[in-house]
C-alpha cells in the first residue's frame, strides 16, 4: 500500500470461507446506503503459495473482528470490510462444493466493437469509510498477507460532489433501497448452502474525458440517457436505444447494486470509474453486460463504451460473516 495519505480512502479487499450456516449475519455492505461511502481503495491479490490455508482462516478471523470494532467504535458511519474469492481460488484453497451456482471465471465479452475483458485476482477486499479507519484495516489485512500473496491491483476511489461519476452524471440513481438491496443483492433461496453470500463483479474503466467533454451536453446526456444536472431519466420516446440506460435496464425484476466509485491522477490523466457490482445472481450482471458489449439488438452496443475502456474484469464470491466464522473455525 502506498506510503502517502489519500484523503477519504476506502480499501478493497476480497476473501471467502467455508458456508455451512446459510443464515445469520448478512453481509452489512447490503444493509448500508451509498451515502455511507466516503471512498474506495481496491486490492487483488493473486495466491503465490499453494498450502495457504493458516494464513486464509486467520484472515477470516481479522475480517470478522475489523466490522466487529467498527460497528461498535462508530455504529453509524457505514466503515466495512468487504470480502470476496475467485472460482480459482476456491478450487485450490479446498473451499466447500458445489461451489456457489453462479461462481465462475469471468470469460471476456466480445462485441463488434468493444471487448469486456477478464483478468486475474484470486482475491479481493473492499474496505469502506473515512481515511484512518481504511488506512488501519488496509495495512493489517496487507500484513496478514504478506506471506502468502502480492498485490495485482490497487485503485484509491473517492466520493464525487453528489455521488457524481468524474463524467459529471451521478452514479446508481437506480439502486434498490432498503428490503430491496437484500432481494437483489444477497443469494436467496435458490442456493440455500450460500444464502446471504453475494456475487461481486469488479471492474476498472478508463475515460477518454477529452473526447466526451467535447461533446455538448445535450449530446452527452444522450449518451447516458439522464439528464445531467437534475438526474432525471430520459423518457422512451427520447432516450436513444443504444444510450447506457436504455441497454443496461434489463427489468425491474433484474436489479444490482453499484457501489461504483470515481478515481483519477491528474498528471497522467488517467481518469475513470471503478464498476463495483454486488447482485443475487450473476446472471443478472452478465445480461447488462451483454447489452452492452454485444447490442441488444446485436451490434447496438452501448454509447458509453466509446468512451470508457475496460482494463479489468473479475467475479467474485462474498460470504457471510457466519462462512468466514465457520471456516476459520474448521
Known amino acids: 500500500m502506498p506510503a502517502a495519505a489519500v484523503k477519504r480512502i476506502v480499501q478493497v479487499f476480497n476473501h471467502l470461507t467455508r458456508c455451512k450456516r446459510p443464515q445469520g449475519r448478512f453481509n452489512r455492505f447490503l444493509i448500508k446506503d451509498r451515502e455511507k461511502i466516503f471512498g474506495i481503495l481496491k486490492k487483488q491479490l493473486s495466491l503465490n503459495i499453494i498450502d495457504v490455508k493458516d494464513t486464509f482462516g486467520r484472515i477470516c478471523k481479522l475480517v470478522i473482528n475489523l466490522n466487529n470494532s467498527a460497528d461498535a467504535r462508530f455504529p453509524d458511519s457505514g466503515e466495512s470490510c468487504v470480502m470476496g474469492i475467485r472460482y480459482d481460488a476456491w478450487l485450490r484453497l479446498h473451499l466447500p462444493v458445489p461451489l456457489p451456482k453462479e461462481l465462475e471465471n469471468f470469460v471476456p465479452i466480445v462485441g463488434k466493437k468493444h471487448t469486456a475483458v477478464c483478468s486475474k485476482g484470486d482475491?479481493?477486499?473492499?474496505?469502506r469509510g473515512d481515511s484512518s479507519m481504511c488506512y488501519d484495516m488496509a495495512h493489517t489485512v496487507s500484513d496478514g498477507l504478506k506471506p502468502v500473496a502480492i498485490s495485482t491491483e490497487e485503485i484509491h476511489g473517492f466520493r464525487?460532489?453528489?455521488?457524481?461519476?468524474?463524467l459529471g452524471f451521478v452514479d446508481g440513481t437506480e439502486n434498490p433501497h432498503e428490503q430491496e438491496r437484500a432481494i437483489f443483492g444477497?443469494?436467496?433461496n435458490d442456493d440455500p448452502v450460500y444464502k446471504g453470500g453475494s456475487y461481486l463483479f469488479v471492474q476498472k474503466y478508463i475515460h477518454d474525458l477529452n473526447a466526451f467533454e467535447k461533446l455538448s451536453t445535450e449530446e452527452q446526456e444522450r449518451v447516458i440517457g439522464r439528464y445531467k444536472m437534475?438526474?432525471?431519466?430520459?423518457?422512451d420516446n427520447i432516450k436513444p436505444s443504444n444510450s447506457h440506460i436504455a441497454l443496461t435496464n434489463v427489468g425491474?425484476?433484474?436489479?444490482?447494486?453499484?457501489?461504483?466509485?470515481p478515481f483519477g491522477n491528474i498528471s497522467t490523466n488517467e481518469m475513470g470509474t471503478y464498476f463495483i457490482a454486488y447482485a443475487s445472481t450473476f446472471s443478472t450482471v452478465k445480461k447488462m453486460l451483454n447489452n452492452m458489449f454485444i447490442g441488444s439488438p446485436k451490434g447496438n452496443h452501448d454509447r458509453l463504451l466509446d468512451f470508457s475502456t475496460p482494463k479489468t474484469g473479475t467475479l467474485f464470491f462474498v460470504p457471510t460473516?457466519?462462512?468466514l466464522d465457520d471456516f476459520s473455525s474448521s
Not at 160 to 166: F, G, K, L, T
Not at 230 to 235: G, R, S, V
Request: no cysteine.
Open 252 to 261: 425491474d425484476e433484474f436489479k444490482i447494486i453499484r457501489d461504483n466509485m
Open 123 to 127: 482475491l479481493h477486499f473492499h474496505l
Open 186 to 188: 444477497l443469494v436467496g
Open 230 to 235: 437534475n438526474d432525471i431519466e430520459m423518457p
Open 160 to 166: 464525487y460532489w453528489d455521488a457524481r461519476s468524474i
Open 321 to 323: 460473516f457466519d462462512m
